[in-house]
């Protein structure tokens, strides 16, 4: 068949070459030009061989994935010197149970993840692909295209797109399994694959299934000395509690329960934390035997969260293809996913809500009853006791026993159990499509996809702030006066243990969330060679491609009604409330590329072309836009090749940023500029600001700040202003060169590769420090009005930022990669042929920008080099990592360095974090492995990651974001396990 002949007639070495091949390892086998059945070269539709694309492309070949011995390939990705790290097994607090890819820190919804060039369905609202999905034992290699890829793909290929390469015409058996755990001896991976294919009808055709199978347990804080207790960034208490071996500080004694400490914790504790709303002075904690004093300990909230998440997948792939005529094929692909994963964090309280307690509650003692009594007297008669923090029930003008107080209340209720969220995920993707050849040297292509994503999120052990409410507002033991006749009184004012069953029943709640995605697209295309139109100087025919595709894309998120109850939901420390979100878009595209050879084996150019694309969207409801690119190649002689392409890509609003109600969230920030923790002095500039804000002259500088570096934020979709599609810059300027006259290397291939890529009006929010500080700092008018106080503070529900999605500024990463792969027969430095082979392959990437700013009146934010609250993990100025493995005959040994540039925390929290958290330094990480094939059938393969055990850095728990630091360190970027061993069995019939 013709189809047939023209793949066979695709050479490797023209991926090496065209495609810009970086792989991470090169093998002898996988060193040697051979015959491949089909080839899908990432970056372009044109299927004609010989040709070169003008994009860099990273390729992650099978040998590295298997010498990793990691059961998804998030891992494999996050250790690529172009990535970041985003969602996966080292993110608790925080995580969507999911494994997401964020190439070059500019998000993980802006890079386009396909399989075999065809996009996977998102999981979310956000737009975002859960690469958990991907068949890892399925997988021939994995493509990484650089910068924006649109004209090609669509939206979303900013940063660039990946695509997972399936297997093709797979026959046999093979069962592949792999074990791993921790020198510890905890967190254990078992994973086992089975895969199977055949071809059919005399060759005609050939199906082939996989299925894979996962099991990951979670490895605790708790389970290692720096997650056993927590750190102060700001002042480094607990630090030589850490370096001496030494437990947490406990809290003074009448000050304890489980987890109270002296430091290093939040404020949500035991025993409780209070004050009177609005009066910043009367702060006090009671103490076990339930007198009130001054505040005396904290929670020490660490040894609940994972380093490592568990986890339960199951997945199947079936691929397959059938020749129905000469001329035309059929193919289908399912895929399907089944994972479930359990995050868990410290226990459920109350975070610093305000109820109305009555002074005549019957667990209060005497002593703390006279305590907030005179407490609220004093600030009457100063006047800073608000109206609305006191009930005169008695009309007689003091505060006394029979008056009610409207307390802020801060306390965990370990009483209730472990609070936790379990992720319930399951997709399914079916494509079908034909394909064939006409006119002998065009092929067409025509086919439907559809996708579906359904997800469960129970949060369990959470205290229902309602009830909770209802049972504070109570002058008996049995009794409430709110609440109906199946409230329980609860009494939060002693140790621990004082809220009984009965109490925990009343007050505690479980949140559901379902969410559901749909993905339809339907593409078809043609390419081939226009063989009228071809230059004098080249032997090759312009090829070109052309094709039209309708994608339509429905998102819904149903949260049931404790948790749109608003404020903050009915759930203690779940960051706020949440509403349906119900809408889609759809896309009619029409899309072309051309290859335009213009030389071809002439003097002083073996070989010179335009690669050219462009794509035109229709996008309801939000619009037109249109993506291209332009690129040349150039190869004076054989083995140099320079490249140059400039291209437009586009991202257009996904369903969460056109359809999202505004809701309460919670997100990171530094402090409160007008409350205790102010960090800059109270001008009379910013004080007269923070009146303006809401506060009277007297809250200025007393209430309280904000806490745990978290704010309570107003987030959500402006319905009648949507963002707009954002559009990105991409240049790309390179060589590839394979030196043939070094004869005594295998295969050697040089590639060098400078890109910038700077995303216009990026679809965004500011943040809330950006607020905080454009509205006290510079006296923007605008920030201002998005703040809102609640009795003088914004530690208060109901309190917050407004941060509605819109337009920013630009985001922009710069750099240049770089890699290096070869081989080398030991024979030819003298040894004997037994003594095998080498191969050596190096992938380094060196940022020269990246950066973001959300408008021209606040700063840019430069995270090249940082960490910290508004960049998350790392951006290293420096990685690389590179790979040596030595070939005898059965047997392969390996090392794989991994090198990451030191870091330090961002500027702007340099002043107020201790000196030894400001800096990381450079971090080289070794992983061993050796496999041994005893036959054709068998091979085992054993693996040591982290050789040295190296310790991650020690930064406390408020130098980042809550999703990338946690447990005093960034457990996404560095090693946190210590040693982690594997053994894999592949056989193979």
Not at 58 to 72: F, M, N, S
Not at 282 to 291: N, W
Not at 756 to 782: M, P, R
Not at 908 to 936: G, H, M
């Amino acid at each position: 068949m013709n189809i047939k002949s023209n793949r066979q007639r695709l050479l490797a070495s023209s991926m090496i070459c065209g495609a810009a091949f970086a792989a991470m390892a090169v093998s002898p086998a996988t060193a040697q030009v051979a015959e491949v059945e089909e080839l899908v070269v990432t970056g372009s539709r044109i299927q004609v061989p010989g040709l070169e694309s003008a994009s860099p492309i990273l390729t992650v070949g099978a040998a590295e994935i298997g010498l990793q011995q990691q059961p998804e390939v998030e891992k494999i990705i996050r250790f690529l010197p172009i990535s970041v790290p985003s969602d996966g097994d080292a993110v608790n607090n925080g995580t969507q149970g999911v494994s997401t890819v964020n190439l070059r820190g500019l998000g993980a919804q802006r890079n386009l993840v396909l399989i075999d060039g065809q996009r996977v369905t998102p999981y979310n609202t956000a737009g975002q692909v859960d690469v958990s999905v991907i068949p890892t034992a399925f997988l021939e290699r994995v493509d990484i295209i650089t910068g924006g890829a649109s004209a090609v793909y669509g939206s979303d290929a900013i940063s660039g797109a990946i695509n997972f390469i399936l297997k093709k015409n797979f026959e046999g058996v093979e069962l592949d399994t792999k074990y791993s755990v921790t020198g510890a001896g905890d967190g254990e991976v078992i994973s086992t694959s089975l895969t199977f294919g055949s071809n059919v009808a005399d060759g005609r055709g050939n199906v082939a299934l996989s299925m894979n199978y996962s099991q990951r347990e979670g490895v605790l804080f708790g389970t290692r000395p720096l997650g056993n207790l927590g750190i102060e960034t700001a002042s480094g208490a607990n630090y030589q509690n850490f370096l001496d071996g030494r437990q947490p500080t406990p809290a003074p004694a009448g000050c304890g329960g489980p987890g109270s400490v002296a430091a290093g914790g939040s404020t949500t504790t035991v025993p409780t934390r209070t004050q009177i709303t609005g009066v910043g002075t009367s702060a006090a904690q009671f103490r076990e035997d339930g007198t009130l004093g001054p505040n005396c300990g904290v929670f020490n909230f660490n040894p609940f969260n994972y380093y490592q998440t568990p986890q339960e997948r199951f997945g199947a792939t079936a691929i397959g293809y059938y020749e129905l005529a000469e001329n035309v094929e059929a193919y289908a692909r399912v895929v399907y996913s089944s994972t479930n994963v359990s995050q868990q964090i410290a226990p459920s309280g109350i975070f610093g809500n305000s109820y109305y307690v009555p002074l005549a509650n019957p667990f209060l003692t005497a002593q703390a009853q006279t305590t907030l009594i005179n407490s609220a007297n004093t600030a009457r008669t100063a006047g800073t006791l608000p109206a609305t923090s006191w009930r005169d029930l008695n009309a007689n003008g003091v505060v006394d026993a029979a008056d009610d107080l409207r307390l802020v209340i801060r306390r965990r209720t370990g009483e209730l159990g472990a609070r936790s969220s379990t992720y319930d995920n399951n997709m399914f993707q079916f494509t079908l499509g034909l394909r064939g050849e006409f006119m002998d040297n065009w092929n067409w292509n025509v086919y439907l996809q559809q996708g579906q994503v359904d997800r469960t999120e129970i949060r369990a052990g959470y205290t229902n702030t309602t009830n909770f409410g209802n049972a504070l507002d109570a002058v008996s033991t049995t009794t409430c006066r709110v609440g109906g006749s199946g409230c329980v009184p609860i009494n939060v004012f002693g140790a621990y243990g004082t809220i009984t069953p009965a109490m925990a029943a009343y007050s505690s709640a479980t949140g559901v969330l379902i969410e559901s995605y749909e993905q339809t697209v339907f593409n078809a295309s043609v390419n081939g060679e226009l063989t009228a139109l071809k230059s004098p100087w080249a032997s090759q025919s312009v090829v070109a491609s052309l094709g039209v595709e309708y994608r339509e894309e429905f998102g819904a998120s149903t949260p049931d009604e404790c948790l749109k109850l608003p404020p903050i939901s009915c759930l203690g420390g779940a960051g706020g409330n949440q509403l349906p979100i119900v809408g889609g878009f759809d896309a009619h595209e029409i899309f072309g590329e051309m290859i335009v050879p213009i030389a071809m084996d002439q003097p002083l150019a073996q070989s010179l072309g335009l690669e050219l694309g462009y794509r035109y969207s229709d996008y309801n409801p939000t619009g037109t836009y249109s993506t291209w690119k332009a690129g040349l190649n150039y190869e004076p002689f054989d083995g140099l090749l320079l490249r140059v392409m400039r291209q437009r890509a586009a991202r257009a609003p996904n369903v969460g940023e056109i359809a999202a109600p505004v809701v309460i969230g919670l997100r990171n920030a530094d402090f409160d500029p007008c409350s205790l923790g102010a960090r800059r002095a109270i001008t009379a500039d910013v004080r007269a600001r923070c009146i303006a804000t809401g506060m009277t002259a007297a809250q200025v500088g007393t209430v309280q700040d904000i806490v745990a570096g978290q704010i309570n934020t107003f987030e959500g979709t402006d319905l009648t202003k949507l963002p707009s599609a954002e559009l990105a810059d991409t240049t790309t300027v390179g060589l590839v060169w394979t030196p043939t006259f070094l004869t005594a290397l295998r295969a050697p291939v040089v590639s060098v590769d400078y890109y910038d890529i700077e995303v216009k009006d990026y679809i965004g929010a500011f943040s809330a420090q950006e607020t905080l500080d454009g509205c006290y700092i510079s006296g923007i008018q605008q920030f201002c009005q998005r703040i809102v106080r609640v009795d003088g503070d914004i530690a208060s529900p109901g309190s917050g930022v407004q941060r509605f999605t819109t337009n920013l500024n630009y985001i922009r990463a710069e750099g240049v990669e770089a890699a290096v792969n070869f081989g080398l027969d030991l024979d030819t430095l003298g040894l004997s042929e037994r003594w095998g082979s080498l191969a050596v392959s190096w992938t380094g990437n060196y940022y020269l920008t990246n950066e973001s700013r959300s408008s021209n009146t606040v700063p840019e934010i430069d995270c090249l080099g940082f960490f910290g609250n508004a960049c998350g993990n790392p951006t290293h100025k420096f990685r690389f990592v590179q790979r040596t493995t030595w070939t005898m005959g059965d047997l392969q040994v390996s090392y794989l360095w991994r090198h990451l540039n030191k870091v330090e925390i961002e500027p702007v929290q340099q002043p107020n974090t201790f000196r030894a958290f400001r800096e990381i330094e450079a971090y080289n990480y070794i992983d061993l492995a050796a496999s041994y094939a005893f036959n054709d059938v068998a091979k085992v393969t054993f693996s040591v990651q982290n050789l040295l055990e190296k310790d991650p850095p020690v930064l406390g728990n408020e130098a980042a974001t809550t999703s990338a630091n946690s447990g005093n360190t960034l457990p996404s970027a560095y090693d946190t396990l210590g040693r982690i061993f594997a053994v894999g069995l592949n056989l193979r019939f």
